[in-house]
C-alpha cells in the first residue's frame, strides 16, 4: 500500500516543483535580471545616436563628373542645409568643376585640329532636397558601430560651362554615416541630366557623379 500511495504521490511533487521553477523564470524575465537590474516587459527601441531634426548642416564634397563629352571632369565644392525632421532636409550646393580634354580628345586635336562642341564646364550651382528612407546600424570590423540614413536626393540648377549656361537635374541616392561630434560622412552617386546648346541645336546629356561628403551637422547650442 505504501509502495502504490508513494507512486502517486511522486509525480505530483515533480509538477508542481516544475511549475515553481518556471514561474521563478518568468519573474525574472519580466522582473529583475540576475544581477538585480530591471528587465523591460516589452521591447524598447534605442534611441537615435545622432538627431538630425532641426539641425543645421555644412558638407565639403569631393568627386568626378563623368559625361561622354571628351572631358575629365573633378569636382570640389560644398553643401549647406537645414533638417526639418529627421527624414526631410534642404540644401544648397556650389560645386567648383575642372575639366580637362581627355586623352581621347587631345588625340584628335593634335591629328585634326577639331575640338569637342561641348564646353568644359566650371561651376554647378543648385538648390535641392534630401529624403532620408529609414535609419539603421551595421556592426563593422574591429566593433565599430555605424549608424546611418539612406537617402534619396535631387537638385535642379544650372552649370556654367564657358560662355554656357546649362539647365542641370542632379538625382541620386546617398548613405549618410554618423560620428561622434557631430561629424557626417557621406557617399553619393547622383546621375546628372543637362541640356547644352551646341551649334546643332539643344543637345541633353546624362552623366554620373560619385562623391565623398565630409561634413558637420551642427547644434544649436553651439550659437548660444
Known amino acids: 500500500m505504501r509502495a502504490l500511495l508513494l507512486s502517486m504521490a511522486l509525480p505530483a511533487l515533480f509538477s508542481m516543483a516544475a511549475s515553481a521553477t518556471a514561474a521563478q523564470k518568468d519573474e525574472k524575465l519580466h522582473g529583475e535580471s540576475v544581477d538585480g537590474a530591471p528587465i523591460p516587459s516589452r521591447p524598447t527601441v534605442q534611441p537615435r545616436f545622432a538627431s538630425k531634426a532641426g539641425r543645421p548642416y555644412a558638407h565639403v564634397h569631393l568627386g568626378a563628373h563623368i559625361r561622354n563629352d571628351f572631358y575629365d571632369t573633378f569636382i570640389i565644392g560644398g553643401e549647406a542645409g537645414y533638417f526639418l525632421d529627421e527624414n526631410l532636409a534642404f540644401s ?11 586623352r581621347a580628345a587631345i588625340k584628335i586635336r593634335d591629328e585634326t585640329g577639331m575640338t569637342p562642341d561641348a564646353r568644359p564646364q566650371d561651376v554647378l550651382i543648385a538648390p535641392g ?14 566593433g565599430w558601430l555605424l549608424h546611418f540614413d539612406p537617402m534619396a536626393k535631387g537638385q535642379l540648377g544650372v552649370s556654367k560651362a564657358d560662355t554656357r549656361w546649362l539647365p542641370t537635374a542632379v538625382a541620386g541616392l546617398a548613405l549618410l554615416g554618423h560620428l561622434q561630434y557631430g561629424i557626417q560622412v557621406r557617399m553619393d552617386l547622383d546621375l546628372s541630366f543637362q541640356l547644352e546648346r551646341r551649334a546643332r541645336g539643344w543637345v541633353p546629356s546624362i552623366g554620373f557623379m560619385p562623391a565623398l561628403v565630409v561634413g558637420w551637422r551642427i547644434d544649436p547650442g553651439v550659437f548660444r
Open 129 to 142: 532636397a534630401h529624403l532620408a528612407l529609414g535609419y539603421g546600424k551595421a556592426l563593422l570590423l574591429g
Open 92 to 102: 544648397f550646393r556650389v560645386t567648383r568643376l575642372y575639366s580637362s580634354l581627355s
